[in-house]
């Protein structure tokens, strides 16, 4: 495991992010993308029963919605052991395969950072 101070001050930013929206929503996981202009996204998972989206897809949709045209950063906080295929495929969709995913516990301690590839 790797501490979260390890990281700059824009990856623990989007960490904080993604921990405070999972807790605030008491979803399973809160997300954070940072764009090439540096504006972030955060979001949770969605489970409506038209329309189920992970925390990371949302937040990359949202970037997408408000113009985003690339990804500098990504990270997802979960009890998951790895980020998903799919989450990493919608962040390389947008940020291209060298993106850094983040991988978070829910107390915020950097668990993996992998490219979006």
Request: hydrophobic residues 45%.
């Amino acid at each position: 495991m790797t501490d979260s101070t390890d990281l700059g001050a824009e990856d623990r930013k989007i960490v904080t992010l993604a921990r405070s929206v999972r807790a605030r929503n008491a979803v399973p996981e809160g997300a954070a993308v940072r764009d090439e202009t540096g504006r972030t996204y955060a979001a949770g998972t969605v489970a409506l029963e038209s329309l189920k989206l992970s925390a990371l897809q949302t937040a990359v949709a949202m970037a997408v919605a408000s113009g985003a045209t690339s990804l500098e950063a990504a990270a997802v906080v979960s009890d998951a052991a790895t980020p998903s295929d799919a989450d990493r495929a919608a962040v390389r969709d947008l940020g291209g395969p060298g993106t850094p995913v983040l991988l978070a516990g829910p107390d915020g301690t950097l668990r993996s950072v992998t490219a979006a590839g």
